[in-house]
Every structure is written in C-alpha cells, then in structure tokens.
C-alpha cells in the first residue's frame, strides 16, 4: 500500500516513525512549513520533517503555503493508495480528499471534540479516558465515518506533552490496524458532536476562583500558552492541593521549600515557580520575597 504522510507536529511524528518501521511505503511527506522561531526568528522546521531527513532522507518533503493547484498536481503525480493526515495544520479540499481514500487520525474518541485542540480539551474537561479515532474524512470538520476507536483509562494527571506522548503511539497502532484491513465505516452519530477551537494565547488567563481549573488549565497550555494571571504574572509548576475550602481569591497560605502555597475561592494550589512580565522566571518564594509578600498577603 502507497501511502502519503501530512503531518507536522510531535504527535504526527510519533505515528510517522511508527508506521516506517512497519515497512509501511510512504511516498512523500507534506508537512507546514518552517515557522520562526524565538527572538531571532530563526526558521525552524517540524518535526516530521526533521524527522524524516534525519532518518529517511531519500523521501520527498513538500512545504506547501497553501493547498492550491500545485499541490494537487503534486498529490495526483505521487499516486497515493491512500493519504494519511495527523495534524496537518489545515482543513484539506474536497479537490484533494478526491484524489484518494483520506484517513485521519485525531486525538480523541469522536463525535466528542471535534477541531484544532482535542487533547487539550479532555484534560480541561477532565475526562475519566482518553482516546484517538481514525476516520475516513469527508468535507466536515471531523465528521468522517469511524474506522477504528482506541481507548486508555485516565490512571493520572498528565500535562498535554505527556498525554500526547501516550496517544501518539496508541493511534500509530490503531491507524495500523485500519490501514491492514479492508475498510469498515461507522457513521458518527453527530448529535452527540462537541468542538473545540484553536487555542489562542488568551486561553491561557486564569484567576484565582477555581483551584481545579487552573490546575487543569496548567496541564492542558503545558507547552502553550501556559497560565497566567490578568497582571501577566506567569505560574509555573502548578499542583493541585486542595479541592474544595473556600479562601479570598490569591491569598498566600504558606512558603513551603521554594514553593507557595495559595487559596482560591474553591480549593488551594501549590505553585513552584514565578515569572513577572519582561522578566526572568523564578523559585515563588524568592519572587515573594524580593515583593515583601508573605503568609496573609494577596498573590495578583
């Protein structure tokens, strides 16, 4: 079978090397093109790409700015039995999807959460599993028939690097399984369908009302765009202490080691690290105390 591979970040990665080193032959790589990166806005590439010269370097990459004519004169040139998409970055053409069978893997158990941050969306929901769906994409978002469901129980708390480190290989073999057998769909059942959007850096912005919340919502911005207060005030190393016990909202309870510890509304959290805008991040009690904040003081 001829696949071809569009994929671009981690996640993708995973599931790209998995299916080469089962002799799967993928005839070309599309993947978004290298973006700029940090403050010299050095170009970096993705990671499939990176990957993939560094491994198998004889396979063609292609870094369309956009899915246009070219493209599809390139797809078609290729001759694919089938294309693979894991987390391209954008909604391919039905021009495309025409060109052969389109098999999606995506990062959770569909109709459920639907869009451009599924992971991030089960650990802010706090799902009791976590899942990938593979499916045969069609012109809506996400909404293709099932052709294979794998599911893990939750057995802890995970940031939203972790969990994608767990998913990526349980859908590298649930996309396995799909790919070795002759196709059997599953209609969706839409009315049970919930979305997510694409995360912006706003997402990040939390209080002090919800100890849970902001845990979670430490988890699932792990990578980006983190957490942080209305003030710009950075959290790092965010723990969840405390459910419930009800405190004004930011009060410093206690110093413990380096760390502080902080009542919300609802609960308390414990949180390892500070960072002031435009400044370096720190241990919080040196930031506390640099501040001339301590126990009974209001963390803003």
């Keep these: 079978m001829r696949l071809v591979f569009m994929g671009t970040p981690p996640f993708a990665q995973i599931v790209l090397a998995t299916l080469?080193?089962?002799?799967?032959?993928?005839?070309?790589?599309?993947t978004q093109p290298s973006k700029p990166f940090g403050r010299a806005?050095?170009?970096?590439?993705?990671?499939?790409?990176?990957?993939l010269q560094h491994a198998y370097p004889k396979i063609p990459i292609f870094e369309?700015?956009?899915?246009?004519?070219?493209?599809?004169?390139?797809?078609?040139?290729?001759?694919?039995?089938?294309?693979?998409?894991?987390?391209?970055?954008?909604?391919?053409?039905?021009?495309?999807l025409d060109i052969a069978p389109c098999v999606n893997l995506h990062a959770s158990i569909l109709p459920q959460f639907r869009g451009a941050s599924p992971m991030q969306e089960m650990i802010l929901k706090d799902m009791p599993e976590f899942g990938v769906s593979v499916i045969a994409m069609n012109a809506q978002m996400d909404a293709g028939d099932i052709l294979g469901i794998a599911r893990v129980k939750k057995?802890?708390?995970?940031?939203?690097?972790?969990?994608?480190?767990?998913?990526?290989?349980?859908?590298?073999?649930?996309?396995?399984?799909?790919?070795?057998?002759?196709?059997k769909p599953i209609p969706q059942d839409h009315s049970q369908a919930s979305y997510c959007a694409k995360i912006t850096k706003q997402d990040g912005l939390v209080d002090f009302l919800d100890?849970?919340?902001?845990?979670?919502?430490?988890?699932?911005?792990?990578?980006?765009?983190?957490?942080?207060?209305?003030?710009?005030?950075?959290?790092?190393?965010?723990e969840?202490?405390?459910?419930?016990?009800?405190?004004?909202?930011?009060?410093?309870?206690?110093?413990e080691d380096e760390s502080v510890i902080v009542g919300c509304?609802?609960?308390?959290?414990?949180?390892?690290?500070?960072?002031?805008p435009s400044k370096q991040k720190m241990g919080a009690k040196t930031y506390l105390l640099g501040r001339r904040l301590g126990v009974g003081s209001v963390l803003t």
């Design 211 to 238: 100890a849970k919340k902001v845990f979670l919502t430490s988890l699932a911005y792990y990578t980006w765009p983190g957490v942080f207060l209305s003030s710009g005030l950075k959290l790092f190393g965010v």
């Design 155 to 183: 057995e802890r708390y995970m940031n939203i690097e972790e969990l994608a480190h767990l998913l990526a290989p349980l859908g590298a073999q649930a996309l396995i399984e799909v790919l070795s057998k002759p196709f």
């Design 20 to 30: 080469l080193e089962r002799h799967f032959d993928i005839a070309a790589l599309f």
């Design 240 to 255: 969840l202490v405390q459910e419930q016990g009800a405190h004004a909202p930011g009060s410093i309870l206690a110093l």
């Design 265 to 276: 509304a609802h609960g308390v959290l414990k949180i390892a690290h500070l960072q002031a």
């Design 41 to 51: 806005k050095t170009l970096k590439p993705s990671a499939t790409r990176l990957f």
């Design 64 to 96: 369309p700015a956009k899915l246009d004519a070219l493209v599809l004169e390139q797809m078609r040139a290729l001759k694919p039995d089938v294309i693979v998409v894991v987390a391209y970055g954008k909604i391919l053409p039905q021009a495309l």
